[in-house]
């Protein structure tokens, strides 16, 4: 069972920055996509980004041009750096992990998912 930690939450003001970071332990080739996903209070979780550990990177329009999704070497550790953030991009953030096929799709189709990380922008 895997078990993905987020940190890098926090509150930030309209126009500032945070970077999220999530630790994705276990099979690099079930874990080979690691997304992002958000959801706000009365709101359908939606994607924000995936990066699959072969090359390729997804990004929502809400973000897209905002936001930058990386790995590290290893490819267990996923970043998500949020720019010029707005009070919409708050909700809670979720770290998950699939396999190649699941990257730019919904969460149901990622096997493990996060507690998440609070994003507070005012």
């Known amino acids: 069972h895997v078990q993905l930690v987020e940190s890098g939450g926090g509150s930030v003001q309209a126009g500032g920055s945070l970077t999220l970071s999530c630790l994705a332990p276990g099979d690099t080739y079930l874990n080979s996509c690691l997304g992002w996903f958000r959801q706000a209070p009365g709101k359908e979780r939606e994607a924000v980004a995936s990066?699959?550990?072969?090359?390729?990177?997804y990004y929502a329009d809400s973000v897209e041009g905002r936001t930058t999704i990386s790995q590290d070497g290893t490819k267990t550790t996923v970043y998500l750096q949020m720019n010029s953030l707005k009070p919409e991009d708050t909700g809670m953030y979720y770290c998950a992990a699939g396999g190649p096929g699941s990257c730019g799709l919904g969460s149901l189709f990622f096997h493990a998912r996060g507690q998440g990380t609070q994003v507070t922008v005012s």
């Open positions: 990066i699959r550990s072969g090359g390729g990177r």
